[in-house]
């Protein structure tokens, strides 16, 4: 062989191996995050998510990848959307939002990892077969919003005790608020309060249910635990001062919006829980061996500065018991 030909050849071949390294390298697992909220309004939820990742050593971009379905608060685009991961062959879907992404994704598949976010106990519902031992392909956390709505009643209680009817606003389209609107309308009973339940599911109805509560005399309102509720928070927030009510919610992102009062647990924790088991599942982890998480801290929140525009007196007992106090 000539020198020239020589050379030209073992070019050629330093040019395949790398070719060829390359081609054998493993593709990026790709996680599928399913949520009945909408981009916008959840990024840092997302941001969460991705921290629980990093603590498993996987970085979006780097050695994972993170397909995004949003319904937009639409649940009826949930199992499209649930479908289109399963025929891209995830490696896990997660689901975020309640009970109706994590039921829907289950129904999907019964072979891909999944890991949800629930207000409700998913040994209960049949997500699981315990919280110890899920036994199945899924398992996730549990951020117990149905165990919490009479809670609320009480501390709206405690602040405007002299309130004859109390609005209670839930979507209809959230599987868990008909039980939530039981508890909380036997807690009402209990100490002579009557509940004025309204609907809503999209931005006007949010608007008309505020203005019917205005015109009934509610003297407060609790905003039902709901996915799309807590995309809308500004709404809500900006709404409550227009009618000047006093208004309680599920998560604290609504009292740091300017809302008056929440209790409920962390949900920023729950979504960096939620990166974590996906990290696990990723390196081997089984969801039938991971137990569910069950978040056991709830945080009480208030705003100081909007329970004075409500002209509201908080009682100091109640301040030392918060978790934060916005002034």
């Given at each position: 062989?000539?020198?020239?030909?020589?050379?030209?050849?073992?070019?050629?071949?330093?040019?395949?191996?790398?070719?060829?390294?390359?081609?054998?390298?493993?593709?990026?697992?790709?996680?599928?995050?399913?949520?009945?909220?909408?981009?916008?309004?959840?990024?840092?939820?997302?941001?969460?998510?991705?921290?629980?990742?990093?603590?498993?050593?996987?970085?979006?971009?780097?050695?994972v990848t993170i397909e995004f379905r949003w319904a937009e608060g639409h649940y009826d685009r949930l199992a499209a959307l649930a479908a289109?991961?399963?025929?891209?062959?995830?490696?896990?879907?997660?689901?975020?939002?309640?009970?109706?992404?994590?039921?829907?994704?289950?129904?999907?598949?019964?072979?891909?990892p999944i890991v949800f976010n629930v207000g409700s106990d998913p040994s209960r519902t049949g997500l699981v077969a315990s919280l110890s031992?899920?036994?199945?392909?899924?398992?996730?956390?549990?951020?117990?919003?149905?165990?919490?709505?009479?809670?609320?009643?009480?501390?709206?209680?405690?602040?405007?005790?002299?309130?004859?009817?109390?609005?209670?606003?839930?979507?209809?389209?959230?599987?868990?608020?008909?039980?939530?609107?039981?508890?909380?309308?036997?807690?009402?009973?209990?100490?002579?309060?009557?509940?004025?339940?309204?609907?809503?599911?999209?931005?006007?109805?949010?608007?008309?249910?505020?203005?019917?509560?205005?015109?009934?005399?509610?003297?407060?309102?609790?905003?039902?635990?709901?996915?799309?509720?807590?995309?809308?928070?500004?709404?809500?927030?900006?709404?409550?001062?227009?009618?000047?009510?006093?208004?309680?919610?599920?998560?604290?992102?609504?009292?740091?919006?300017?809302g008056f009062m929440s209790y409920g647990t962390n949900i920023a924790d729950s979504y960096r829980q939620m990166g974590a088991y996906a990290?696990?599942?990723?390196?081997?982890?089984?969801?039938?061996?991971?137990?569910?998480?069950?978040?056991?801290?709830?945080?009480?929140?208030?705003?100081?500065?909007?329970?004075?525009?409500?002209?509201?007196?908080?009682?100091?007992?109640?301040?030392?018991?918060?978790?934060?106090?916005?002034?």
């Amino acid at each position: 062989m000539r020198r020239r030909e020589f050379i030209l050849a073992l070019g050629g071949t330093a040019v395949a191996w790398p070719l060829a390294a390359r081609a054998q390298q493993p593709a990026m697992p790709v996680i599928g995050f399913l949520h009945v909220g909408s981009a916008e309004t959840l990024s840092h939820l997302v941001t969460a998510f991705r921290q629980g990742l990093k603590q498993i050593g996987y970085v979006e971009g780097r050695n994972v990848t993170i397909e995004f379905r949003w319904a937009e608060g639409h649940y009826d685009r949930l199992a499209a959307l649930a479908a289109d991961l399963v025929h891209r062959q995830v490696a896990v879907i997660v689901t975020g939002g309640g009970d109706a992404p994590a039921a829907i994704a289950k129904a999907a598949t019964a072979t891909i990892p999944i890991v949800f976010n629930v207000g409700s106990d998913p040994s209960r519902t049949g997500l699981v077969a315990s919280l110890s031992r899920p036994g199945g392909n899924a398992t996730g956390v549990n951020i117990f919003t149905a165990e919490l709505a009479s809670k609320r009643m009480g501390l709206l209680d405690e602040l405007v005790p002299k309130t004859a009817v109390t609005a209670l606003l839930v979507n209809p389209n959230f599987p868990p608020s008909a039980a939530n609107a039981r508890e909380v309308q036997a807690a009402a009973r209990a100490i002579g309060r009557q509940i004025l339940l309204l609907n809503a599911s999209n931005a006007n109805e949010i608007d008309a249910a505020f203005a019917t509560l205005h015109l009934r005399h509610a003297g407060a309102v609790i905003v039902g635990a709901d996915p799309y509720f807590y995309s809308q928070r500004k709404q809500f927030v900006e709404l409550a001062a227009r009618y000047a009510t006093p208004a309680i919610y599920e998560q604290r992102e609504f009292v740091t919006a300017g809302g008056f009062m929440s209790y409920g647990t962390n949900i920023a924790d729950s979504y960096r829980q939620m990166g974590a088991y996906a990290g696990k599942i990723l390196r081997g982890a089984k969801p039938a061996d991971l137990p569910v998480v069950q978040l056991t801290k709830f945080e009480l929140v208030i705003n100081l500065k909007t329970a004075k525009a409500l002209g509201l007196a908080v009682p100091p007992t109640l301040i030392a018991l918060a978790d934060e106090v916005i002034e």
